[in-house]
């Protein structure tokens, strides 16, 4: 595997693990039950 590969997980550019995590946050934050979280692409 490429190097850059495992040293980026959530993708090559910064904005892009941090939209990620956002949209991870607002998941975790809605009043979905435990279990039936949703996480659905840009």
């Known amino acids: 595997a490429a190097p ?3 040293s980026a997980p959530l993708g ?3 904005a ?3 939209l990620l ?3 991870y946050d607002q998941a ?3 009043s979905a ?3 039936h979280l949703r ?3 840009a």
């Open 33 to 35: 039950p435990a279990g």
């Open 39 to 41: 996480l659905v692409p």
């Open 28 to 30: 975790l934050r809605t």
């Open 21 to 23: 995590l956002h949209r």
């Open 12 to 14: 090559t550019h910064p």
């Open 4 to 6: 850059w590969i495992a």
């Open 16 to 18: 892009v693990a941090r």
